[in-house]
RNA sequence: CGGGGCGUGGUGUAACGGUAGCACGAGCGCUUUGGGAGCGUUUAGCCCGAGUUCGAUUCUCGGCGCCCCGACCA
């Protein structure tokens, strides 16, 4: 539909909006009506918002066909028995959601796709003549997020697009790896957004690496590193950077064990007691798998956090660790406070870069009275394991110690990743090569979620009276103002121009409703159609009509030609 | 799952151990008509359950739901 008498639109604006709702887009997109919630996380989308929705919906499928790939779909209810193949249904990272049939039968609702097309591909013989292919489609996809938030940002229901590649090898893949690379960049520029490639942790959908399309602004949850010249951009769970010696010209020390008073319990009480930086001092956090019930400390320099994410990668235990509790801590022989950088039993000790950049750490092995000084990596204790393992922080430096790294915030609007062959190897999923042997794909997968590309718009594109939506995508193209004057006599003259607009193939929201102008000036603010056409008596006295666009803060008076041009150009 | 806040007409809110008030909205009438207008009138509400109490929307407990922070995740 092309066109709206806002009379007749289902889903009113509202001019008061519960002060519950924090993010700017799920308040403007509340009181404008575009969305309603439901229950926390699940959103319906009214007339106006799924015209937009449909319109992102839209410029994807034509990038993703232009890349080549196809349209396709897959049932909502994946059969468990999939997800138990991958052992995914111990990994999701989301809770995953099941359910019976009648028959017992039990299954998944779709979070995402991977092993449904794996599925559907091994069961054809296929050659290596067919490859390779890209597969996609819009699905609603569930997942039981611990916490939703923002609105669409984080939702708990919610239309992806994911799309799905086979190849046979690892050379073909990159292809296509830098085919979607491009594409998703083309997909955000028309969406009116500029998006950064951050180098990323493929967490639970496995592979070797990925990247998550991030637009920069406040309402995100991601976090990622940008080096100045742009040429280095990764997420902080994977952020690489350099440790600087802290304290190289200082002399090698002897270990001691001095006595320290009771009162220093903390790392900020240890800092205040000996006066030095937290650098000084070495830290231990302790980890449990959740799986296989081992504990991992993880040592590292006092001013630096542990990743969990690069912890978690370099011990293989993806998605399992959490942290010790107290009771962890009494099964190695410790308590809060008194975790020793070696000696303890029943556990795997591993070491962060950072440890080497010290002489003469204090700490390390705290009784309840004494601690340990003068503690050197490499001398006194070794680990077993010794990897990057630390959060980057802003302004650290770049790996070859070059740029500073700026921290940024953003919305992940989609992502890219290298699979490998971690799911054909996994569901023994093969194509026969041109030697006739049988062959695991090499594959990649592609994700954008449409609910949160349309709040990621809005956090972009709004002011302090309401959305202000990038042409391509807006809900309308027009809004039409009709102001009928004190006797109605306007009427007339809008109606034609309403039907005019509609001969010529314009999309136009009509503002029929007998209110005030003001109400409708708000409204039209607030529902931030990019072009706002008025018609008044004032307006039909000159024979013209009045033309604001809502990113601009004045209107013109025009002719209707020049309109009609500027509007069909 | 941990911490915090909250649950009152459609929306936003107030008060109170005993009668639930206001504003917006919606309906009707009149007026008004270029930035959420006015007057009148109508409409509509205490999340659920248990307990304490003569009496609970109010206090207590439990549940459910919502928001925020964290954990987690994309």
């Given at each position: 539909m092309k066109f709206m008498r806002q009379s007749r639109l289902?889903?009113?604006?509202?001019?008061?909006?519960?002060?519950?709702?924090?993010?700017?887009?799920?308040?403007?997109?509340?009181?404008?009506?575009?969305?309603?919630e439901s229950t926390a996380g699940r959103y319906y989308f009214l007339p106006l918002g799924i015209r937009v929705r449909d319109k992102v919906a839209k410029i994807i499928e034509e990038e993703m066909d232009r890349a080549g790939a196809q349209k396709m779909i897959t049932p909502a209810l994946h059969p468990l028995e999939l997800w138990k193949e991958t052992n995914r249904t111990d990994t999701a990272g989301f809770e995953l959601m099941t359910l019976e049939d009648r028959r017992g039968s039990s299954f998944a609702l779709g979070g995402t796709a991977e092993e449904m097309i794996v599925d559907l591909v091994r069961g054809y013989n296929i050659s290596y003549k067919d490859l390779p292919f890209n597969i996609y489609q819009f699905s609603s996809k569930f997942r039981d997020e611990l916490r939703a938030r923002g609105g669409l940002l984080r939702a708990r229901e919610f239309v992806m697009k994911d799309g799905y590649s086979f190849h046979a090898n690892e050379e073909c893949f990159k292809k296509e790896y830098q085919s979607m690379w491009d594409t998703y960049t083309r997909i955000f520029e028309r969406l009116g957004m500029k998006s950064y490639a951050v180098e990323a942790d493929n967490g639970y959908i496995g592979g070797e690496y990925c990247h998550e399309f991030v637009v920069e602004c406040e309402a995100g949850e991601s976090v990622f590193f940008v080096s100045e010249d742009e040429e280095y951009i990764a997420h902080e769970d994977v952020a690489k950077f350099k440790r600087e010696d802290v304290n190289s010209e200082e002399e090698i020390k002897n270990l001691e064990i001095i006595e320290q008073p009771e009162w220093v319990k903390t790392m900020e009480d240890v800092q205040k007691h000996y006066k030095l930086p937290a650098s000084r001092f070495l830290k231990n956090v302790v980890y449990k798998n959740r799986i296989s019930e081992e504990i991992i400390i993880a040592t590292i320099r006092g001013d630096l956090e542990v990743n969990k994410t690069k912890l978690e990668q370099v011990l293989d235990m993806v998605g399992m660790l959490e942290d010790a509790t107290e009771k962890d801590l009494a099964f190695i022989g410790t308590k809060t406070g008194y975790v020793h950088s070696w000696g303890h039993k029943n556990c795997t000790y591993i070491a962060d870069l950072s440890l080497r950049t010290v002489k003469n750490f204090i700490g390390g092995q705290k009784e309840e009275k004494t601690d340990s000084i003068n503690v050197n990596y490499g001398r006194d204790f070794e680990h077993e394991i010794i990897a990057d393992i630390a959060m980057a922080k802003n302004g650290f430096l770049t790996e070859d110690g070059k740029q500073k790294l700026e921290e940024k915030r953003g919305v992940e609007v989609g992502n890219i990743f290298q699979l490998g062959k971690h799911y054909s190897s996994r569901m023994n999923a093969t194509f026969v090569d041109a030697?006739?042997?049988?062959?695991?794909?090499?594959?990649?997968?592609?994700?954008?979620?449409?609910?949160?590309?349309?709040?990621?718009?809005?956090?972009?594109?709004?002011?302090?009276?309401?959305?202000?939506?990038?042409?391509?995508?807006?809900?309308?193209?027009?809004?039409?103002?009709?102001?009928?004057?004190?006797?109605?006599?306007?009427?007339?003259?809008?109606?034609?121009?309403?039907?005019?607009?509609?001969?010529?193939?314009?999309?136009?929201?009509?503002?029929?409703?007998?209110?005030?102008?003001?109400?409708?000036?708000?409204?039209?603010?607030?529902?931030?159609c990019p072009y706002r056409i008025v018609i008044s008596p004032k307006t039909i006295e000159q024979g013209k009509v009045e033309f604001k666009k809502r990113a601009e803060k004045d209107a013109q008076i025009i002719e209707k030609e020049s309109l009609f041009e500027m509007l069909l150009k």
């Open positions: 289902f889903g009113k604006t509202s001019k008061t909006v519960s002060k519950e709702l924090k993010a700017i887009s799920h308040k403007y997109l509340h009181q404008g009506g575009f969305i309603r030697e006739g042997k049988e062959n695991q794909y090499y594959m990649g997968c592609y994700g954008i979620g449409l609910g949160r590309n349309v709040a990621t718009v809005v956090e972009k594109h709004h002011d302090e009276k309401g959305i202000i939506w990038p042409s391509q995508i807006a809900p309308f193209k027009v809004h039409l103002i009709g102001i009928p004057g004190r006797d109605g006599s306007a009427r007339k003259e809008i109606d034609e121009f309403y039907k005019e607009l509609q001969e010529k193939g314009i999309e136009v929201l009509y503002d029929d409703r007998d209110i005030n102008p003001g109400e409708k000036f708000a409204d039209a603010d607030l529902i931030g």
